[in-house]
């Protein structure tokens, strides 16, 4: 069965702090790994990994995924309050396979 | 463009009632997912459209039903609601194989009394 696991499922630290999300994948037909925010509705668009090794970074931003290992991680440096939502993680093709979620609360 | 719209964004329900959830993309993309998303269980698959004419099942298909009305529109039934299908919805489209990134409608919160 195809899974995605994320962790931890809920972290709280102060503004300025650097936070380091991760997420394991189990898929068959895997293709990409992508991250999204979500903050009070919608899940918006971070990134889509497919390559081993290469960060795709955004601002303070930055993912990474290790196709050999089967995970990823999601780094964000110098936190804000604005960073506080929830971060899933997806895997798969066509068909993508959620995370429960983290849970960032970023704390002024 | 609006992206992803949904219809309606709140319904309360009592068990047996049945409704339709309204989903329309306007970025000419070939394929539309239905997910639900429960508090501790990230975003879980109902049904999805490969293309116009085409639907499968995902992790979660019981007790509903879809229809790919055209390109641009996605329909979810519930033709006898439960308790536990009390959810948000969500509505994701894509462009096709190759190009994974899934967007997101704003979601309908559906409270089964």
């Known amino acids: 069965e195809d899974k995605v696991v994320q962790s931890p499922l809920s972290l709280v630290v102060h503004e300025g702090d650097t936070v380091t999300l991760n997420c394991s994948y189990e898929v068959t037909n895997f293709r990409s790994l992508l991250w999204y925010k979500q903050e009070k509705k919608a899940p918006t668009f971070l990134f889509m990994l497919t390559s081993s090794g290469i960060e795709k970074k955004s601002g303070r931003l930055s993912s990474i995924l290790d196709k050999k290992e089967l995970f990823s991680i999601l780094n964000i440096t110098a936190t804000q309050t604005g960073d506080s939502a929830i971060y899933l993680c997806?895997?798969?093709?066509?068909?993508?396979?959620f995370g429960q979620g983290t849970r960032l609360t970023i704390n002024p | 463009n609006a992206g992803v719209t949904q219809t309606p964004k709140f319904q309360v329900l009592k068990t047996g009632q049945s409704m339709t959830l309204q989903c329309a993309q306007d970025m000419n993309h070939n394929s539309m997912y239905w997910y639900r998303q429960d508090p501790g269980m990230g975003l879980r698959l109902i049904y999805y459209?490969?293309?116009?004419?085409?639907?499968d099942k995902g992790e979660v298909p019981n007790g509903y039903n879809v229809s790919r009305l055209n390109k641009r529109e996605f329909s979810l039934r519930l033709e006898s609601a439960a308790p536990s299908q009390t959810s948000v919805y969500f509505c994701?489209?894509?462009?096709?194989?190759?190009?994974?990134?899934?967007?997101f409608g704003p979601g309908t919160r559906l409270l089964v009394l």
């Open positions: 997806a895997g798969g093709a066509q068909k993508l396979v």
């Open positions: 459209s490969a293309s116009e004419g085409t639907t």
């Open positions: 994701a489209s894509s462009f096709d194989r190759g190009k994974e990134t899934q967007y």
